[in-house]
C-alpha cells in the first residue's frame, strides 16, 4: 500500500502535529468510527484534513484559525485569492521590510482580515502563533523581507486548494471553548483532542489550566463517541502527572519526538508524545 501523503496546510503552528500524523491515522484506522469527526482543538487542522471523514466538525479557541478556515470553506478565500494578495503584500514586504510588515500586522489588529492572518503567520518569527493579553497579534518580523518568492507563493496557494479540496458539504469550523463541540459527540463519532500542554506557552487564547484539564477529562469519560487525547509523556527532565490517571481508566499509547532544533540540542528536546484512547486497538 502507498504510504498516506500528508495534506500540510496553509498555517503554521509551533506545537503542529504534521510529524505525529501517521501514529495518530493508525489509530484512526483501529476506532472504525463511521459518524463524524470531532476536533475541538483544531490548530492549524493538519490532523483533520488528513483524517478522511466526509463529515467534519471542527473548532478552536482562537476565532482568528476558525474565520480563515470558513473564509476558504466559503469560497469568500480562494487560490487565486491568495495568489493575488501574497504576490502584492509579498513585493510590498521586500522593499519596504519590517514596517510593511508592521503595517499589516496594525491593519490585522484593527480588521482581523484572514488573508492578513495567512500573511502574519507567514512572515512572523518560526511560523508562530501568538496573542497578547488585549488580544493582538504577537509575534515579531521573522527578518526576512524576501520571503515571498514565486516558488514559495505557489506552495501556499497549492495548501490553500489542498485543504479546500478535502471540505466536503459536511465539514463545519466553528470557534469557541472545547465543550460545546465535545458535549455534541454522538455513538459512532470519533473525537479527536489536542489541547495546550500545560506549562508549554500560554496566549491569549491559549491558557490551559488544572481546571480545564479536569473538565475536558470529565467530558472525554462520559462521551459516547470514541475519542483519542494528545498529550505528552515524559521528556529528560519531567514526567507528566497525568499519565497514570489516564493509564488506569483508558489506553495508552507511546511514541518518540525529536522537536527539530538539531545538533546538541536534539536530545534535550527528545519528548515521548502519547495518545490516550477509550476503544480496543489491536
Ligand atoms: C496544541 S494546539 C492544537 C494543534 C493542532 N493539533 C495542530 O496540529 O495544529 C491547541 C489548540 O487549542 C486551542 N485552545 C486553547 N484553549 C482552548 C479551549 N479552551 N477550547 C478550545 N480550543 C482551545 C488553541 O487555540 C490551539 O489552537
Known amino acids: 500500500m502507498e504510504p498516506h501523503k500528508i ?11 504534521t510529524k505525529l500524523v501517521p501514529s495518530i491515522l493508525d489509530l484512526v484506522g483501529r476506532a472504525s468510527a463511521t459518524g463524524r ?16 471523514f466526509s463529515q467534519t466538525l471542527m473548532g478552536d479557541a482562537n476565532p482568528h484559525l476558525v474565520n480563515f478556515y ?20 509579498g513585493a510590498q514586504l521586500s522593499l519596504l521590510g519590517y514596517a510593511h510588515y508592521r503595517l499589516v500586522r496594525e ?25 497578547s493579553r488585549k488580544g493582538f497579534w504577537n509575534i515579531p518580523f521573522c527578518k526576512k523581507p524576501d520571503r515571498f518568492q514565486p516558488g514559495y507563493i505557489t506552495k501556499v496557494v497549492n495548501q490553500v486548494r489542498r485543504v479546500r479540496e ?12 472545547f465543550e460545546s463541540l465535545l458535549s ?7 473525537v479527536y483532542c ?40 515524559h521528556n529528560a527532565f519531567r514526567r507528566n502527572p497525568l499519565l497514570d490517571l489516564y493509564r488506569s ?25 502519547a495518545l490516550v484512547f477509550n476503544f480496543p486497538a489491536r
Open 7 to 17: 495534506i500540510i496546510p496553509p498555517l503554521k503552528s509551533q506545537g503542529i502535529k
Open 37 to 52: 469527526w470531532i476536533e475541538p482543538f483544531m490548530g492549524t487542522g493538519v490532523v483533520g484534513f488528513n483524517a478522511g
Open 70 to 89: 470558513t473564509s476558504v470553506r466559503s469560497g469568500q478565500i480562494t487560490p487565486l485569492h491568495v495568489r493575488e494578495y501574497l504576490e502584492y503584500e
Open 107 to 131: 491593519r490585522f489588529n484593527t480588521s482581523y482580515g484572514p488573508l492578513d492572518f495567512l500573511f502574519l503567520n507567514r512572515a512572523g518569527f518560526n511560523g508562530m502563533i501568538r496573542f
Open 166 to 177: 478535502v471540505m466536503t458539504e459536511d465539514w463545519a469550523f466553528t470557534s469557541g471553548p
Open 184 to 190: 455534541s459527540a454522538r455513538p459512532g463519532d470519533l
Open 194 to 233: 489536542d489541547p495546550p500542554y500545560f506549562g508549554r506557552y500560554a496566549d491569549y487564547y491559549n491558557g490551559w489550566t488544572e481546571a480545564d484539564e479536569a473538565r475536558l477529562l470529565g467530558l472525554l469519560e462520559r462521551t459516547p463517541a470514541k475519542f483519542i487525547l494528545s498529550t505528552w509523556s
Open 249 to 273: 481508566r483508558f489506553e495508552v499509547r507511546t511514541m518518540d519526538h525529536f522537536y527539530h532544533n538539531g545538533g546538541a540540542l536534539a536530545n534535550r528536546n527528545a519528548m515521548t508524545e
